[in-house]
């Protein structure tokens, strides 16, 4: 009777635990399907990228605002043209992809862990996936980071697999082959540097390279080519050198990967992360799980001989792939995103430590380890707690109907950084967040003592899922946070009040990059003219084909426009044309520091 008990616990588990994945997906993510609006600049490019794709037909080539946009592995993009197919041409349409993704990624982690440890590390590793700043935050927003997260943790698995039996399994190597070919089709090179090198590095440390000629080479190649090469091959020729374009090939292998990884790509649209900065957000985008980091390293067997065990690989070829992809970006330009492919295995390594300590005796070091954590969590948290009621306290006196952007300041020169627009915030802005740090101020102080109490009582797994249920309520503040600054990062408003007023020979015209206004061309379908911005932007190098129209505007053609039939202007309110400082136009509409003024009535 017992063992049938028992049996019948173990049957049970792993349903639980998908069930409280799919939960924590339902309650988290999904919501952000539908709000806020997508964003200027990457959202809503790639959302009209998708657009276009589906509009022309022509599944090999992007286009953006009518131009060439040559500089995207595709994958994402089919998604999202396939998702427009289904359920129409909509913003929550575009994100249905990634929150997709993000469910397999949780599910995942969660099989990995539960495969090579327990079911315990394998719920942890995608709690502190799902339940963390970094990969909440950089999946708000239309970029295939996430994806490439997934497809190099399936991948991984699939490499630990072919340890498994006296010789690796087809299933195995064709499953990495395929996973490396998607992640190719997903974000270009990286998709084939990152899984060989951690392949290589892992039997190098391992003193094992003899495995590499046993896996299954010649075949998994063939699936490899089979589903990563043809897309490039129909890109370059359907798009060759033309005029003053140097056709595909040039553009997406040299100028896009390795001209960029040398900081020597053209447009220099970007900037660089402070390297110390880089890697230190691998650590701060998974608080507050990454707290145990240090103690969970201590158990990755550093030294190749000691990964004898299915647990010992997982954990070392988890480590190094951290070590692959934060020291390739280490040597090149840096985004705060391109953390994200190491995410997932630091998740593994803490899921699978945090599980060791929940079996481990009262008294043994990992349990007096994991007080000891929960004791600095504790003081981290009440400090963020009362500096959420600092905040609050400081703005109480900013009028309830002021409009966020009158209480901002502008940095443009941070704005090549994902997180540029944090430094606009000033402590009065932070009043209209008064919702969102009143349920930091609660919830962290509370989440960090009872985490702190639970664990001094040895009740570990209900202090694991107080930590949980804290960062659920905070990243739902932080989403309640990014639906109030939307109007300051997208233009969905703007978009509204001109699709009601504009007419077929109608023009309207950026002050900016086109990036500043792209939310125009995906919400009214319109074409848009960009004035004296043509070299700032990812359009430049489209522009360069001869077939491509002419949508770029000097302050000579702005001017005979302006004169001429109906022209809309989208610019930031404090920096009008100089043209139009003197006036001579009509306001149409104003929302978050931006407007649309036209020529005529």
Partial sequence: MAQECEDDCRAVRPVLCVGLIVLLWLLLYVPGVWAPPLLDDADSVHAEAAREMLQRGDWSTLYVNGLRYL?????????????????????????????????????????????????????????????????????????PDILVALWLMLGLHCFLLTFEGPRPGRAACWGLALMTALNVLTKGLIGVVFPTAIVLGYLLVTRNLRHLLRMRLWSSAAIFFAVAVPWHVVASVRNPAAGAAKGFFWFYFINEHFLRYLDKRFPRDYDTVPLVLFWALAVLFLLPWTAFLWRALRAVPWRGRDAATPSGRALLVMAVAVLVVMGFFSFSTRQEYYVLPALPPLALIVGAWMSREERSDANSPERRSGRRVAVALAVVCCALGAAMWALLWWAQRVPPQSELAELLTRNPTEYALSFGHIFDLTPRAMGLFRVELMALGVVLP?????????????????????LAVMM??????????????????????????????????DVVVVNGAYEDASTLSFYGHLPLHVLNSRENGNLYYGSLFPDAPQVFEDDASFARLWSGGRVYVFSQESELPAMLRRGGYKLVARSGGKVIVVNQR
Wanted: contains cysteine; aromatic residues 14%.
């Fill in 71 to 143: 500089e995207k592995a595709p994958l994402l993009y089919w998604a999202m043209a396939a998702s427009y197919t289904v359920f129409g041409v909509t913003d929550w349409a575009a994100r249905v992809p990634l929150c997709v993704g993000v469910l397999w990624l949780l599910l995942a982690c969660w099989q990995v862990g539960r495969h090579y440890f327990d079911d315990a590390a394998g719920l942890y590793a995608a709690l502190a996936m799902g339940l963390s700043f970094g990969p909440y935050i950089y999946t708000r927003i239309l970029i």
């Fill in 446 to 466: 509370v989440g960090g003592l009872l985490c702190w109490w639970w664990r001094r009582g040895g009740r570990v797994m209900l202090s694991n899922m107080v």
């Fill in 472 to 505: 659920l309520v905070s990243l739902t503040a932080v989403h309640g946070a990014l639906v109030k600054f939307a109007p300051i990062l997208g233009s969905r408003a703007l978009s509204d009040a001109l699709v009601e007023r504009w007419q077929k020979g």
